[in-house]
């Protein structure tokens, strides 16, 4: 199953324009590059949902921590581990 997994971003860097930047998102203490282009208005702490590298939409902390929670529980953020 493909999901989308809340992370909170932890730096912003420009790599071409404001358009397109990406960023370093923390999912549970493992730490990944996502590109950020769909969440222009995102900055650094705030939580966003990611799906296939990509930030698709903002989210509220304890949506965050809830839902990343859930999918722990589940088993659906072990390939986080294995990168």
Same mark, same amino acid.
Do not use: W
């Given at each position: ?8 971003? %932890? ?24 590109? %950020? ?11 966003? %949902? ?34």
């Amino acid at each position: 199953m493909c999901l989308a997994i809340p992370g909170k971003i %932890l730096s912003i860097s420009d790599t071409v324009d404001e358009t397109f930047k990406t960023g370093k998102v923390s999912f549970g203490g493992i730490t990944n590059d996502v590109n %950020l282009c769909m969440v222009p208005d995102a900055v650094i702490n705030d939580y966003v %949902l990611v799906h296939v590298g990509v930030a698709i939409s903002r989210i509220d902390e304890e949506e965050a921590k809830i839902t990343f929670e859930y999918l722990k529980q589940i088993g659906e953020t072990n390939e986080l581990e294995n990168k």
